[in-house]
């Protein structure tokens, strides 16, 4: 028989362990509240669009001219179309804007396809003629490159969503862009007064349809 001394030792032993038990708990609760949690995690921004030649975003990697001397990278808001900016040029000289990428792009996987492009021109109305566009494997005009031309009557104030096939493209004579290698692209027109135009998001793209 276990005697009555030895039962009270016991059930002290009990409660000694069943409050230490209590006190762990409560301990960890209160270590759990005191803890920071950490935030939720956020996306980052995509940086390799496929088929992406210019976000027009920055000039970061890449030269920029205009020919007109009111030209750079306009952030306000609503005069962009993707990302963070466009290109802007304001004036009445020519070429709006002769792009010269410092590394070339390998673009041959969207040969079955074409270039997208926003372009935005304030006022159509003052165009000289069909916008041209170029897109070149050699550095420069006129070589390796591919042309379009869009048609003024397609043309609508504000922005315009073009895409322009490679199929529909007139090629230089020396065979045209080698889509593999891409380091050029340029656009422009003609007025007689000056207007703003801004270009945004240019890249390869799967089409079915085509505005140039």
């Given at each position: 028989?276990?005697?009555?001394?030895?039962?009270?030792?016991?059930?002290?032993?009990?409660i000694a362990i069943t409050l230490a038990a209590g006190f762990l708990a409560c301990s960890s609760k209160?270590?759990?509240?005191?803890?920071?949690?950490?935030?939720?995690?956020?996306?980052?921004?995509?940086?390799?669009?496929?088929?992406?030649?210019?976000?027009?975003?920055?000039?970061?990697?890449?030269?920029?001219?205009?020919?007109?001397?009111?030209?750079?990278?306009?952030?306000?808001?609503?005069?962009?179309?993707?990302?963070?900016?466009?290109?802007?040029?304001?004036?009445?000289?020519?070429?709006?804007?002769?792009?010269?990428?410092?590394?070339?792009?390998?673009?041959?996987?969207?040969?079955?396809?074409?270039?997208?492009?926003?372009?935005?021109?304030?006022?159509?109305?003052?165009?000289?003629?069909?916008?041209?566009?170029?897109?070149?494997?050699?550095?420069?005009?006129?070589?390796?490159?591919?042309?379009?031309?869009?048609?003024?009557?397609?043309?609508?104030?504000?922005?315009?969503?073009?895409?322009?096939?490679?199929?529909?493209?007139?090629?230089?004579?020396?065979?045209?862009?080698?889509?593999?290698?891409?380091?050029?692209?340029?656009?422009?027109?003609?007025?007689?007064?000056?207007?703003?135009?801004?270009?945004?998001?240019?890249?390869?793209?799967?089409?079915?349809?085509?505005?140039?």
């Open positions: 028989m276990i005697k009555a001394r030895n039962i009270k030792k016991i059930a002290a032993i009990l209160e270590d759990d509240s005191g803890k920071k949690e950490n935030p939720p995690s956020v996306a980052e921004p995509e940086k390799n669009v496929p088929g992406m030649l210019l976000d027009c975003d920055s000039t970061r990697g890449i030269s920029v001219e205009s020919y007109n001397d009111d030209s750079g990278i306009t952030n306000a808001e609503g005069e962009y179309k993707e990302g963070t900016g466009a290109f802007q040029s304001a004036g009445k000289n020519a070429v709006w804007w002769q792009v010269l990428l410092e590394n070339v792009v390998d673009i041959s996987a969207y040969a079955e396809g074409g270039i997208h492009l926003w372009l935005y021109i304030s006022e159509t109305a003052k165009l000289n003629s069909d916008v041209t566009a170029e897109l070149g494997s050699g550095g420069k005009g006129g070589v390796y490159e591919y042309q379009w031309t869009v048609k003024r009557e397609k043309l609508t104030d504000g922005w315009n969503e073009l895409v322009l096939k490679f199929a529909n493209a007139r090629k230089s004579a020396d065979g045209g862009a080698d889509l593999s290698n891409v380091n050029f692209l340029r656009i422009y027109n003609s007025t007689n007064d000056g207007i703003t135009v801004r270009l945004d998001d240019v890249r390869a793209v799967e089409v079915e349809h085509a505005t140039g």
